[in-house]
């Protein structure tokens, strides 16, 4: 079975960092390409970042490029995103998301989801 | 930058059929996903690749593509079909940006 757990999550003031981990299980996390999309409690999907099978192709959206960091280590099955210079508009539940089919490129839509982990930014 | 859009609601009777439409100027050349998140929980995949359904799927959920507009069917909606629903497809830059609707609020009652 498919498992993905995020965890990280947590208050953070203006500018702080954050960086939030998923452990992944019941696949080959080594061959699929994995993406975090974020969704502010009551509000729609907004898709975050993405990262190839061996870490070396990296996309990111325009709100976050420069301040977060996708990255994962696969002897441990576990994706991070490492989040820089935070804001009031980063606050959002963060899903951990499974590329639909194994090295498909990041473009064959999403599967798996997390339960997510939610980031508050406040002072 | 690339954006889907989608009708904020729909609302349909018990057994009638619900539709729920996705606009995007890149969709001729990139397929539409669709996912369904019932309130407090992950969303979940029903349509890939504009019509196909997962396994597990109900067949009442039905996706279709033409032009720049992909259409989610649920065909005799049930109360327990009651979501928000979300298409999702990928820019055409290059690096496959993913992109999200607006999300669409299906009632059924």
């Known amino acids: 079975e498919v498992q993905l757990v995020e965890s990280g999550g947590n208050l953070v003031q203006p500018g702080g960092s954050l960086r939030l981990s998923c452990a992944a299980s019941?696949?080959?996390?080594?061959?699929?390409?994995m993406h975090w999309v974020r969704q502010v409690p009551g509000k729609g999907m907004v898709w975050v970042s993405r990262?190839?099978?061996?870490?070396?192709?990296?996309t990111y959206a325009d709100s976050v490029r420069g301040r977060f960091t996708i990255s994962r280590d696969n002897a441990k099955n576990t994706l991070y995103l490492q989040m820089n210079s935070l804001s009031a508009e980063d606050t959002a539940v963060y899903y951990c998301?499974?590329?639909?089919?194994?090295?498909?490129?990041?473009?064959?839509?999403?599967?798996?989801w997390g339960q997510g982990t939610l980031v508050t930014v406040s002072s | 930058s690339y954006e889907l859009t989608q009708p904020p609601s729909v609302s349909v009777s018990p057994g009638q059929t619900a539709r729920i439409t996705c606009s995007g100027d890149e969709l001729p050349k990139k397929y539409a996903y669709w996912y369904q998140q019932k309130s407090g929980q992950a969303p979940v995949l029903v349509i890939y690749?504009?019509?196909k359904r997962p396994s597990g799927i109900p067949e009442r959920f039905s996706g279709s593509s033409s032009g720049t507009m992909a259409t989610l069917t649920i065909s005799g909606a049930q109360v327990d079909d009651e979501a928000d629903f979300y298409c999702y497809s990928t820019d055409t830059t290059g690096n496959h940006r993913g992109v999200f609707g607006g999300g669409t609020k299906l009632t059924v009652l």
């Open positions: 019941g696949f080959t996390f080594s061959s699929y390409w």
């Open positions: 998301v499974r590329d639909r089919e194994a090295y498909c490129g990041g473009d064959c839509g999403l599967d798996y």
């Open positions: 990262i190839n099978g061996d870490g070396s192709s990296i």
């Open positions: 690749e504009d019509k």
